[in-house]
């Protein structure tokens, strides 16, 4: 829906300055960008109804439009619209609202409208062997002749994309955790790598394998100095501009490596950050570790939470 037009000039600096409220309050960048999307659907639909004014949105208008999204068919794979993207509509609209009470002034109730039962995403952990093909395909991204970097760039980004695994795979960490790390986080004397704000902010250490200790020590002190600008950046990973890593840019170098690995099946799978905390910790299991040393390797407060990887090395192990 990127492209509906919007005609009305106040409808199109609403969908701009959504955005930009979204982005100084620290919203991730997907929904900074996704989200006033969602709005401009909803707005195409007011003023293909006669609705042209800012001050006409109210809840019983939002009500229909939403009946009639919910009905919608999914123009791209047919079929209906999932409950997670309605979900996502219906998030939008709510923060919408509450960016018109507080920089409008247009006081408009919460909308009364239930969310969607969430579809349940199925998790397809890794199996070890296509983990190895991931690390493998960082050695064959920096050889490939189709990538935009120099040859000095694509093994620096090498380097750190088999620090990106270490981290998200061997070590287990959350896409924010690994985001949020810096150069004091790592212990290489004591093999630790401490994550000092964990999910409800708690804090935990993380044994580190020599494995994994020489991919961390071989990006910090052979490529990370080729990505420095500032010398008291403390980030451990590092943009090509210098700045902290953003989480996109660690799954956008994850489907990087999925492209170059030669293993089919990972080719096609849906792959992102937290497969790789998936897949660690049913290999854990696998291997014999505790579910409740698998919770706390993953930081949970819960071994509900754990006992998930139970099913899935069942199902993957049978």
Not at 277 to 299: C, D, N
Request: hydrophobic share 35%; glycine share 6%.
């Amino acid at each position: 829906m990127k492209k509906l037009p919007l005609k009305t000039a106040a409808f199109r600096y609403l969908e701009k300055s959504f955005g930009e409220w979204l982005d100084i309050l620290g919203y991730a960048p997907t929904t900074v960008r996704s989200f006033p999307t969602y709005i401009r659907e909803f707005l195409h639909y007011m003023e293909n109804n006669g609705y042209t004014r800012i001050n006409q949105i109210d809840i019983p208008l939002i009500k229909v439009y939403y009946r009639q999204l919910s009905q919608r068919s999914n123009q791209r794979r047919g079929g209906g619209l999932s409950n997670n993207y309605l979900n996502a509509h219906l998030n939008a609209i709510d923060l919408l609202l509450e960016y018109l009470r507080k920089q409008a002034r247009i006081e408009i109730p919460p909308t009364g409208i239930s969310k969607e039962t969430p579809n349940p995403e199925e998790v397809i952990p890794l199996t070890m062997e296509q983990v190895k093909k991931l690390y493998e395909a960082a050695d064959i991204a920096a050889e490939a002749k189709d990538e935009v970097y120099s040859r000095a760039d694509r093994s620096a980004l090498a380097l750190r994309d088999k620090a990106m695994l270490a981290v998200f795979y061997d070590c287990g960490l959350r896409r924010t955790e690994g985001k949020q790390l810096n150069l004091s986080d790592i212990h290489y004397d004591n093999r630790l790598l401490e994550v000092r704000q964990g999910k409800g902010g708690k804090p935990r250490f993380v044994p580190l394998g020599r494995t994994t200790l020489k991919h961390l020590q071989d990006y910090q002190y052979e490529a990370r100095p080729q990505f420095i600008k500032s010398a008291t950046e403390e980030a451990f990973f590092l943009g090509v501009r210098g700045g902290r890593l953003t989480g996109c840019t660690f799954n956008s170098r994850l489907k990087t490596l999925q492209k170059y690995s030669d293993n089919a099946a990972l080719r096609q799978m849906n792959l992102h950050l937290h497969i790789l905390r998936h897949s660690i910790a049913t290999h854990l299991l696998y291997k014999g570790m505790s579910l409740e040393k698998v919770a706390q390797f993953l930081g949970h407060y819960s071994l509900e939470s754990t006992q998930i990887y139970t099913h899935l090395m069942e199902k993957v192990y049978g």
